[in-house]
């Protein structure tokens, strides 16, 4: 048996001949790009804001994957784009989004 080498290689710890041992990681890709494609809907159901509650401060947007919220003087949901995942709905400090029906 050699030095350092696996079984399969003649040592104890090699990989055997013609197997390439992957190692290598994916680059990341910048910040707010998605690597996954998202199912168009995850559930039956779409978020949609309350305007009443929404204080437009912007702790939905970095949660929702699909990108479908948009914010100005409150919170726009695109419902084509929602998935209904239910996380911009739980991370809402003012209780302001909510799941219905799609």
């Known amino acids: ?17 013609g197997v390439t041992p992957v190692l290598s990681t994916p680059k990341p890709k910048a910040a707010g790009t998605l690597t996954l494609p998202l199912p168009k809907q ?24 699909a990108g479908a919220i948009t914010l100005a003087d409150v919170a ?17 400090p003012q209780d302001a989004l909510r799941l219905q029906p799609a």
């Open 76 to 92: 726009t949901i695109n419902p084509d784009r929602c998935t209904g995942c239910n996380q911009c709905v739980a991370q809402c």
């Open 42 to 65: 995850l559930t039956r159901f779409v978020a949609v804001v309350d305007p009443a509650r929404c204080a437009a401060c912007g702790v939905c947007l970095p949660v929702c994957a």
């Open 1 to 17: 048996m050699g030095r350092g080498r696996g079984p399969c290689a003649g040592g104890r710890w090699g990989l055997a001949s």
